[in-house]
């Protein structure tokens, strides 16, 4: 199974900033995800990370709320820009780790005032 | 319709009895299911994985599968106060590295 990391845990953040998330993997991976869990929900995905290409968005996702780069095959960042209370989440990251599995991050709690 | 759902929640289940848990889904061209256990304030972990039509058992856990349905399970033998979590069913597309929609959740709580 694939061991992923991810900083920071927790942050309180103010409504129009903006915080960025660091996803490690601990092995090469081609593609990691990104997803948001809102409160008492299930996770949602934001985006496919791309090594060498531009993120994938889903639906209702845009690359200027949440910029994410993918520098090498083992690590990824999230931004959430322009922050508002609404982007209060967990966010996860996750990575195949052998097969056709998906391993999860810690995840990063985020709260916006 | 939702691309993924699980029956409505919460389910509550002594201890020692069969916990069963059901996810229905509307792709049909979905290749890969999984279940995730998710304990409050952490992040999910795989318990399961099915590809195939049929049954998957690994432990006191058992997932079972049917394309034609549209529908995958996952039971949960000997209910222990560990298994006590919400867990997620988890569809892709295709084989490999691909992204994965989840249902709703349901949360199970083992009466001791």
């Known amino acids: 199974s694939a061991v992923i990391s991810q900083k920071p845990s927790r942050d309180i953040c103010q409504r129009g900033t903006s915080l960025t998330i660091q996803c490690q993997v601990d092995s090469q991976v081609t593609m990691m995800f990104w997803y948001r869990q809102q409160p008492g929900q299930s996770l949602t995905l934001i985006a496919t990370a791309n090594q060498g290409s531009e993120a994938t968005y889903e639906s209702g996702f845009v690359i200027d709320k949440f910029p994410i780069s993918r520098p090498n095959l083992t690590f990824s960042t999230l931004t959430v820009s322009n922050m508002s209370p609404e982007d209060s989440s967990i966010y996860l990251c996750?990575?195949?780790?052998?097969?056709?599995?998906?391993?999860f991050g810690p995840g990063t709690r985020l709260l916006v005032l | 319709q939702k691309e993924v759902e699980q029956n409505s929640g919460p389910l509550s289940v002594p201890e020692g009895a069969i916990a069963s848990l059901n996810c229905t889904y509307s792709d049909r061209v979905s290749q890969s299911f999984f279940w995730y256990r998710q304990y409050s304030g952490k992040s999910p972990e795989l318990i399961m994985s099915?590809?195939?039509?049929g049954d998957k058992e690994d432990g006191r856990f058992t997932a079972q599968l049917n394309k034609a349905s549209q529908y995958v399970s996952l039971l949960i033998r000997d209910s222990q106060p560990s298994d006590s979590a919400t867990y997620l069913c988890?569809?892709?597309?295709?084989?490999?590295?691909?992204?994965?929609?989840f249902g709703t959740g349901t949360r199970l709580t083992i009466i001791p």
């Open positions: 996750s990575a195949p780790g052998g097969g056709e599995t998906q391993y």
């Open positions: 988890a569809v892709s597309r295709l084989f490999g590295n691909e992204k994965l929609t």
């Open positions: 099915i590809y195939s039509n």
